[in-house]
């Protein structure tokens, strides 16, 4: 059964980080894209950054550029999130998903499949 399990989210104060982990079971992580998304209350659903098979290719939404870090650890079927300098914007419940799309760097939510239940990260003073 394919299974993508999102930690770490929590709140945090403005200026803060965290680190979220999306834990894969099921199937051979390294044949998998894997994106990060995020959806806030009210607004759409978008694309945050996502890391190819090896790792060796990464793309990130213009809004967490210098701030945010992806990776992976395939030996862990793990990928990392790390979120730092936090702002009260990136409030929002954090997903993984995985894609095999051609087109899987353009961070379209259709292109990718089994999504895990998210985490809520929450940044606040």
Known sequence: Q???VESGGGLVQPGGS????????????PYYV???????PGKEREGVSCISNSGGTIYYA?????RFTISRDNAKNTVYL????????????????RSRKGSWWQMIGSDYDDW????????SS
Request: aromatic share 10%; with cysteine.
């Open 2 to 4: 394919v299974q993508l």
């Open 18 to 29: 965290l680190r979220l982990s999306c834990a894969a079971s099921g199937f051979t992580l």
């Open 34 to 40: 894997i994106g990060w998304f995020r959806q806030a």
């Open 62 to 66: 213009d809004s967490v550029k210098g």
């Open 82 to 97: 790390q979120m730092n300098s936090l702002k009260p914007e990136d409030t929002a419940v954090y997903y993984c998903a």
């Open 116 to 123: 895990g239940q998210g985490t809520q990260v929450t940044v």
